[in-house]
């Protein structure tokens, strides 16, 4: 793959924390995270995303991870880890975990770079690291989460489900969070044709993200036809370049039981995206994807 020789001092720190086996949108972004030369990738920590689908959830995303490092021939290169396996079951809960322990560690290192910590599922592993070590919210710590409803009224949304007491405690902090809600993560749609065309030929992991993209979607009718939104990607794509959408700052809000927004504006400002660039987050996997593979 082409080298861009970007110096370390430039590189931004990346932890990323995903459900991986929860559905297929999450094997894009960890992809385009890992061939991003910018980022210097810290850890993969595998989370969990409820017990409806599995009661061993985040083992089924450690082995997820596995898989793809596998196919992409890159194992060892890349620290994996566990998340917490389940979600807490109230605000003074620790659901304690490798993954969390380690968002600690790097985030209280001597090093001037920017961390961002991304979450493609539940915010379970952030909320106990803080609670682990307060002192990481006021570190040079970006909180990148992907998940819940549309503003201002919110309501269910899947991340959020997985663990709403986590949400709540990480919205309550001081960590600097920024926010890409339901109805932004869902700009990023990709059809079949696109993908066999643009990601199938790209090595065994190219035949794999679009073979298990198709069958996920056929296994019940109410999965899209002919195309897939890849959610999770945003993640990446606001690593890369933050003004890639819109933003505004707005008072944290928290979470009740039906998980719409309670506006209190008594939490600090946080950054909620209102779009995003799909055209330059998808155009930069599928250039970086066909450069590896090549």
């Known amino acids: ?9 430039k590189k931004v720190r990346v932890i990323l924390d995903t459900d991986a086996k929860n559905e297929v949108d999450d094997q894009f972004a960890i992809v385009q995270a890992l061939l991003s030369e910018s980022m210097d990738l810290k850890a993969l920590v595998a989370a969990h995303f409820g017990t409806g689908k599995s009661e061993h959830s985040m083992k089924d995303s450690y082995d997820e991870i596995q898989k793809l490092l596998d196919l992409m021939h ?4 890349v620290n994996v880890v566990c ?3 389940r979600a807490m079951s109230s605000e003074d809960d620790l659901v304690e975990s490798e993954g969390a322990r380690f968002i600690v560690e790097e985030a209280m290192k001597d090093d001037d770079r920017p961390l961002y910590v991304a979450f493609l599922g539940p915010l379970t592993d952030m909320a106990a690291a803080l609670k682990m070590e307060p ?3 006021k570190k040079n710590l970006t909180v990148i989460w992907i998940g819940g409803r549309d503003w201002p009224i919110g309501g269910w949304e899947y991340n959020l489900s997985n663990d709403v007491a986590a949400a709540n405690y990480v919205f309550k902090s001081d960590v600097q969070l920024w926010q890409v809600p339901r109805n932004v993560y869902r700009m990023m749609p990709v059809s079949f044709a696109e993908m066999y065309d643009k990601v199938y030929p790209c090595g065994e992991v190219g035949k794999y993200l679009v073979e298990n993209v198709i069958a996920f979607n056929n296994e019940d009718k109410a999965r899209p036809i002919e195309y897939r939104c890849l959610g999770d990607s945003p993640a ?6 933050n003004d ?3 933003w505004d700052y707005k008072p944290a809000p928290s979470f009740d039981e039906k998980m719409n927004y309670i506006h209190e504006g008594k939490y600090r400002p ?4 209102k779009n995003i660039d799909n055209r330059f987050i998808l155009e930069d996997f599928f250039a970086k994807l066909r450069l590896f593979t090549s």
């Open 1 to 9: 793959m082409i080298k861009f020789n970007i110096p370390d001092e």
């Open 74 to 77: 890159m194992n060892g290169q």
């Open 83 to 85: 998340g917490g396996e």
């Open 135 to 137: 002192r990481i919210a």
């Open 236 to 241: 990446v794509g606001i690593i890369m370049f």
């Open 244 to 246: 890639c959408g819109e």
């Open 270 to 273: 946080i950054k909620v995206y």
